[in-house]
Structure formats: structure tokens, C-alpha cells
């Protein structure tokens, strides 16, 4: 019966376990938890094919509990029931370890169906997640349990495990295939931190080879691998936030890497709405010309598409990125809607209300005075609502436009 790579060759010890260092290390909490062999409930959390199940399956090894596995997308309540009814009976003296993965796709029943054989120890559970828990499992859950955040693998650990799959597989031949120079670092820098890819990739490429596994062979079969994402999923805002932030700070080379990323996964609306609004949140009043611009470049990419759409989107970030920066239109309006939602800003100034009031019953007239009518088209009257006529939102920014319009208004009003 055929048994894929990954899995004929998942490790048996913590030793062996690729990555994780900074929980599996000689220091990391969850290793001196498995060697103290008194295991909590936990909670595994990160990509695919970073070592969840097999730190799982390493530490049901270790506990003198019975090991149940489930799947939630296709468990269900009777799989639960079905463990359950095994409590307290020979066939689980210890209590159980179930190891539950995907644990997002259990609804709110399925997983407090779980919670009173959690709270008294007789279920010792290990989920695994690849969304955030603190989004997709209950309170209840989380609050028994212990999180773990497995990191995607670096390249130089990932290496480790594909030149053992790569000796297994010559092992088992009788005439060890070739391997070119640079093969096994390919193979390893464009799994995106997934090992179990990598080793699919070592299987694909021994069933192919003839006599070399190739390097040119190892970039045909990785050329898109190493993409991560998830268009509802962490990796989605992960890469959006980054965007947001490269500009901000601007960085082109990291905007422009990030918006890659973004175009390769086919996200364009969401590429789109973050670049028209780092204009008018990060660039804003330092370089106003920004938001026509980058929103002329974001029109012309929706109308062209991918692949032509990355050109504008590229041009876009490169200006926003290059540009001068200010947030302080952003921290104007932001101040000014903490005064509304406090109950601030009752009414209006008489002077700024419409003609119609006027002649029915107010104690003066509206007595508005027009600033076109003044020199330099300003006069001083009362704009903000009485309980906050000396409210200030707008500070001037420090950069060249937003010094020249301070500098022309503190003539004018002085």
C-alpha cells in the first residue's frame, strides 16, 4: 500500500522535529512540558506542514493515554460520543489523548461537547489550528487550554529534512540517483515553510528523474510553491497589513514585495483599497496630489487586469512610498469623532445656520458674515458648536506643504 514520503519518514523524536526551536528547543516550554510527561490541553497553531501532528503524535508516545485522532472536517458529534462512551472502561485506563485536528470547522456545540471531560482530566485535548484560535475556537476552549504558535520553517531547517528524504529514497534504489549542486536548497527556500511540500517535491522529483534529479527539474516542480495564502486567513491580512505598513514607512522595495505577493495570489481589490487609502492616511496633507494619482493608477489597474494591472499598482507604490508623510488629517478627524461619540458638539452656531431660520421666533438675526467679503477672503466668527468653540483637531504638520499653509494662515489671522 502506498504511504506518501512525509509521512513514511515523520519524525519519532523531538530531536528530529525540523523548526520550532523557540518552543522544541533545549529551553522551549512546550519540550520541558513533553519531558515532564504531565500534559495539559493545548493548542497548536500555525501553517501547514510546520510539525503540528507530529508533535502531537511524539507527545501521545510519551503519556500513558490512550490516543484518539479526529479530523474536524469530517468528525462529528456521534465521533465524539463514540470517545466518550469509551471513558472509565478498559479500553482507555488512563484517559484519553485526543488529538483534534482543524479544530476550526467544530461548531460552538461540537466543541462544549467536549468541555466537561476537559475540565475533569479524563480527555487530555491537542487541537490544531491553522487560523488564529483566538478567532475560530471558543472561550471556554481556550480558556483549559495552553496556545503553541508553530512559525513556518526556515530554509536552513527545511534542508535538513529533505537531504534525509533525499537518502532514504537513494537507500532504497540500486543505483542512487545523482543529485545536482543546489537541488536540495531549491527544493527547501521555495516550500514557503511547509515541509511536507518539500518532501512531496523530493518524491515527485525521484519518480521522475532518469539517472540526475536536475536542478532545472527542481525549479519546474517549486516554481510556485512557495506562495502562502489564504484569501480569508491570516496569511490575507498578514500581507495586507505589511503593504500598509511598507508605505508608511516608506520602504519601496518591501511596498513593492508585499503588493507582489498580493498580485501573485490574484488579490487585487485588496491591493487596490490599501494603496488608495495609505494616500490619505499616511501621505494625506504632506503631498495631497498623492490621492489623484495613485486613485487615476488603481482606475487604470482595475480596467487592465492581471497581469497589466501590476504596472499602475507598482508606480502607485513606488510614489507613496517616496512621498512625504503626514497623518494629520487622519488624527484631525479621528479627534473630532471622539468628541462625537462622547456627546460633544451640541447645535450650531447661529451665524452657520441656514437662511430659512431666520424670521421665525430666534432672538437675533442669523448675522452670518460672508469671507468673501473681507480682505484676504477671512473673517473671524464662531464655526464650532458652543461646548466646543475652542476645540483644536488640526495641528499643522512639520513637512513643506503643511508649514507653507500654516505660515500663510498665521499672516493672515494674526
Known amino acids: 500500500m502506498y504511504k506518501p514520503l512525509a509521512d513514511e519518514i515523520r519524525p519519532e523524536s523531538l530531536e528530529d522535529v525540523v523548526g520550532q526551536r523557540h518552543i522544541l528547543g533545549p529551553d522551549g516550554l512546550l519540550r520541558r512540558i513533553v519531558e515532564s510527561e504531565q500534559i495539559p490541553n493545548m493548542i497548536f497553531y500555525g501553517p501547514s506542514g510546520t510539525g503540528k501532528t507530529t508533535v502531537a503524535r511524539i507527545i501521545a508516545q510519551k503519556t500513558n493515554r490512550s490516543l484518539r485522532k479526529l479530523n474536524a472536517t469530517t468528525a462529528g458529534i456521534a465521533d465524539i460520543k463514540r470517545i466518550i462512551d469509551e471513558l472509565d472502561t478498559f479500553l482507555t485506563p488512563g484517559g484519553v489523548?485526543?488529538?483534534?485536528?482543524?479544530?476550526?470547522?467544530?461548531?460552538?456545540k461540537q466543541q462544549q461537547s467536549l468541555l466537561e471531560f476537559i475540565e475533569d482530566g479524563r480527555i487530555t485535548l491537542i487541537a490544531s489550528t491553522t487560523e488564529n484560535p483566538y478567532f475560530c475556537v471558543f472561550n471556554a476552549i481556550l480558556s483549559r487550554s495552553t496556545v503553541f504558535e508553530f512559525k513556518p520553517?526556515?530554509?536552513?531547517?527545511?534542508?535538513?529534512?529533505?537531504?534525509?528524504?533525499?537518502?532514504l529514497l537513494n537507500e532504497r534504489r540500486d543505483k542512487p540517483l545523482a543529485i545536482e549542486e543546489g537541488v536540495t536548497r531549491r527544493i527547501a527556500s521555495a516550500c514557503g515553510g511547509d515541509v511536507r511540500k518539500a518532501l512531496n517535491a523530493v518524491e515527485l522529483l525521484f519518480h521522475t528523474a532518469r539517472d540526475t534529479v536536475t536542478l532545472s527539474d527542481a525549479r519546474d516542480v517549486t516554481q510556485r510553491s512557495a506562495m502562502r495564502y489564504d484569501r480569508d486567513g491570516d496569511e490575507h491580512f498578514d500581507c495586507l497589513s505589511?503593504?500598509?505598513k511598507s508605505?508608511?514607512?516608506?520602504?519601496?522595495?518591501?511596498?513593492?514585495?508585499?503588493?507582489?505577493?498580493?498580485l501573485e495570489a490574484g488579490d487585487l481589490i485588496g491591493a487596490?483599497?490599501?494603496?488608495?487609502?495609505?494616500?490619505?492616511?499616511d501621505i494625506g496633507l504632506a503631498y495631497p496630489q498623492a490621492v489623484p494619482i495613485v486613485k487615476a493608477c488603481v482606475d487604470s489597474a482595475l480596467q487592465l487586469g492581471l497581469p497589466e494591472a501590476r504596472l499602475p499598482l507598482a508606480e502607485a507604490c513606488i510614489v507613496l512610498a517616496t512621498a512625504p508623510k503626514s497623518n494629520t488629517a487622519c488624527m484631525a478627524i479621528d479627534r473630532a469623532l471622539g468628541d462625537i461619540r462622547a456627546g460633544k458638539g451640541r447645535g450650531f452656531p447661529r451665524e452657520l445656520q441656514n437662511v430659512h431660520a431666520d424670521g421665525t421666533g430666534f432672538e437675533r438675526e442669523q448675522g452670518y458674515l460672508y469671507p468673501h467679503d473681507f480682505p484676504h477672503r477671512w473673517v473671524k466668527q464662531q464655526y464650532l458648536p458652543d461646548d466646543l468653540k475652542d476645540a483644536r483637531y488640526y495641528e499643522y504638520g512639520d513637512n513643506k506643504t503643511e508649514q507653507a499653509a500654516k505660515k500663510y494662515w498665521d499672516e493672515i489671522k494674526k
Not at 489523548?97 to 460552538?108: A, G, M, S, V, W
Not at 508608511?248 to 514585495?257: N, Y
Not at 487596490?272 to 492616511?281: M, V
Request: proline share 4%; aromatic share 8%; hydrophobic share 40%.
Open 153 to 167: 520553517v526556515t530554509p536552513e531547517d527545511a534542508e535538513k529534512a529533505v537531504k534525509r528524504a533525499v537518502d
Open 272 to 281: 487596490s483599497r490599501r494603496i488608495l487609502c495609505s494616500a490619505s492616511e
Open 97 to 108: 489523548l485526543l488529538y483534534l485536528d482543524e479544530i476550526q470547522y467544530f461548531n460552538k
Open 242 to 244: 505589511a503593504l500598509m
Open 247 to 262: 508605505l508608511r514607512g516608506s520602504d519601496p522595495d518591501a511596498a513593492v514585495h508585499y503588493l507582489g505577493r498580493l
